[in-house]
């Protein structure tokens, strides 16, 4: 697999295992993730599946997932 970088074509992550959450809806708008060989965590959007995706450290993920599970982000959803 080539380097993995912020913004490369995801269907350039050979072997790369994309999930989405059992919370995802019917219509495929989901934000899907794939753990990297290395470690590191790539992100994308399901609509768009050979397009860009983003990848994290762990450390920056359990971060994320840290806040996300906190509630710091409920503004993005609601009114």
């Given at each position: 697999?080539?380097?993995?970088?912020?913004?490369?074509?995801?269907?350039?992550?050979?072997?790369?295992?994309?999930?989405?959450?059992?919370?995802?809806?019917?219509?495929?708008?989901?934000?899907?993730?794939?753990?990297?060989?290395?470690?590191?965590?790539?992100?994308?959007?399901?609509?768009?599946?050979?397009?860009?995706?983003?990848?994290?450290t762990p450390a920056e993920?359990?971060?994320?997932?840290?806040?996300?599970?906190?509630?710091?982000?409920?503004?993005?959803?609601?009114?």
């Open positions: 697999m080539p380097h993995a970088y912020n913004g490369m074509a995801a269907r350039d992550l050979q072997g790369a295992v994309w999930r989405k959450s059992r919370y995802s809806n019917s219509q495929g708008t989901c934000v899907e993730f794939a753990k990297l060989p290395d470690g590191d965590v790539a992100v994308r959007n399901s609509r768009f599946p050979d397009g860009p995706a983003l990848v994290y993920m359990e971060a994320m997932l840290l806040g996300i599970k906190d509630g710091e982000f409920d503004y993005l959803i609601r009114d």
